[in-house]
């Protein structure tokens, strides 16, 4: 008999991606609108398997009710598992797999377009051309060139994320809890977390978020930065405290802000909310500034990274079946 998947928080292009991807496998695959909590676990009674992203959550609750139907594997969409209560999923004996890895280049070039964008006004004067005004005021940038741009995390998408940089002309600066050799071939130097603050006309966040990077950009950490300072987060909205760089907006110390992920994007992210008024008053108050972009966490949204997180998932769901050990399988307190 085929095997059932029930995939959580479908969009069109999940589908598309996903159904490409099972094309040579034959998976029954259930393409549901819901996310996964526990009032939508009952739903996935008769899966084998279920698929889910990075706003499901696959808490205990949401375990439990999978675990007491057919289902024994959990496989998701995304690298990050923070929404998943790994103990919980242990003791009920359920196998969980991610994809580590998708398309760091997409997240990167992302990082890169909103330096862009921000510095050289391409927001406004999209907007402001289409009004018929073809005016200069108020789009002055500056070259890049002869900049310092300051990386926090040079894993895989902070050194890609570099070189371009580089290769333009600015000075690069790094700060990361382990060095990494591929940094500093980049043209990276590596400093203190604090040199990193003071020293840079830019700042690019690509560490994780984890108890030690919670709120890293707050107003103690704001106050060492360059009066100016462009500050660009595509890698987890509560790297920064957003009433803290409100503020430091107002005053002018950040001078360009540019956010793909927001700390309360759950429920905002990802859906059109253009008919409704939205409640969420420290979102729509960096929306009024003119110098803050914000995206909803779409960096990683490129037909490569899709291919990739399509294809990975079924090598996990075929992994699973076949009894096969896989280092994108997630343990309590491992990687
Ligand atoms: P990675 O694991 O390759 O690199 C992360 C780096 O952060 C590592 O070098 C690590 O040592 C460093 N780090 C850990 N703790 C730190 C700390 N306290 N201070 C400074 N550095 C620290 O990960 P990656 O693939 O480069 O991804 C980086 C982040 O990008 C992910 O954690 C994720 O949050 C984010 N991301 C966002 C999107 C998106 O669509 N916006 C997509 C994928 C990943």
């Known amino acids: 008999m085929r095997k059932k998947i029930v995939v959580y928080s479908t969009k069109p292009y999940d589908r598309t991606f996903l159904s490409q991807a099972n094309e040579s496998r034959g998976y029954e695959l259930i393409y549901l609108e819901d996310s996964l909590k526990p009032e939508t676990a009952s739903l996935a009674a008769e899966a084998d398997a279920v698929c889910v992203f990075?706003?499901?959550?696959?808490?205990?609750?949401?375990?439990?009710?999978l675990a007491e139907g057919k289902t024994r594997l959990l496989t998701l969409r995304c690298a990050g598992y923070n929404n998943v209560d790994l103990a919980a999923a242990a003791a009920l004996g359920l196998d969980v797999r991610r994809v580590p890895s998708y398309s760091p280049y997409a997240v990167a070039e992302f990082?890169?377009?909103?330096?862009?964008?921000?510095?050289?006004?391409?927001?406004?004067?999209?907007?402001?051309?289409r009004e018929g005004n073809?005016?200069?005021?108020?789009?002055?940038?500056?070259?890049?060139?002869?900049?310092?741009?300051?990386?926090i995390g040079t894993g895989k998408i902070g050194c890609?994320?570099?070189?371009?940089?580089?290769?333009?002309?600015?000075?690069i600066l790094g700060y990361d809890v382990y060095q990494n050799p591929a940094f500093i071939e980049a043209g990276g130097a590596y400093k203190s977390l604090d040199?990193?603050?003071?020293?840079?006309?830019?700042i690019s966040l690509h560490c994780p978020?984890?108890?030690?990077?919670?709120?890293?950009?707050?107003?103690?950490?704001?106050?060492?930065?360059?009066?100016?300072?462009?500050?660009?987060?595509?890698?987890?909205?509560?790297?920064?405290?957003?009433?803290?760089?409100?503020?430091?907006?107002?005053?002018?110390?950040?001078?360009?802000?540019?956010?793909?992920?927001?700390?309360?994007?759950?429920?905002?992210?990802y859906q059109?909310?253009?008919?409704?008024?939205?409640?969420?008053?420290?979102?729509?108050?960096?929306?009024?500034?003119?110098?803050?972009?914000?995206?909803?966490?779409?960096?990683f949204f490129t037909t490569t990274a899709l291919k990739n997180i399509a294809e990975t998932t079924m090598h996990n769901i075929e992994d699973h079946f076949a009894g096969r050990p896989s280092s994108n399988q997630l343990v309590v307190g491992g990687g």
């Open 134 to 151: 073809f005016a200069l005021d108020g789009l002055l940038g500056f070259d890049l060139h002869g900049c310092t741009v300051g990386i």
């Open 160 to 171: 890609l994320t570099a070189p371009p940089l580089k290769a333009m002309g600015c000075k």
């Open 54 to 65: 990075v706003h499901d959550h696959a808490d205990a609750g949401a375990l439990e009710i």
């Open 209 to 269: 978020l984890t108890p030690e990077t919670h709120y890293l950009i707050n107003a103690d950490s704001l106050v060492k930065m360059k009066t100016g300072v462009m500050i660009i987060n595509t890698s987890r909205g509560a790297l920064i405290d957003a009433t803290a760089v409100i503020a430091a907006l107002k005053s002018g110390k950040v001078g360009y802000l540019g956010l793909d992920v927001y700390e309360q994007e759950e429920g905002v992210f």
């Open 195 to 202: 040199e990193v603050l003071s020293e840079s006309d830019i």
């Open 111 to 129: 990082a890169l377009a909103l330096i862009f964008t921000l510095n050289r006004k391409v927001h406004r004067a999209y907007n402001r051309v």
């Open 272 to 299: 059109n909310l253009s008919e409704e008024i939205i409640q969420d008053d420290v979102l729509q108050r960096l929306l009024t500034f003119p110098n803050v972009v914000v995206t909803s966490h779409q960096a």
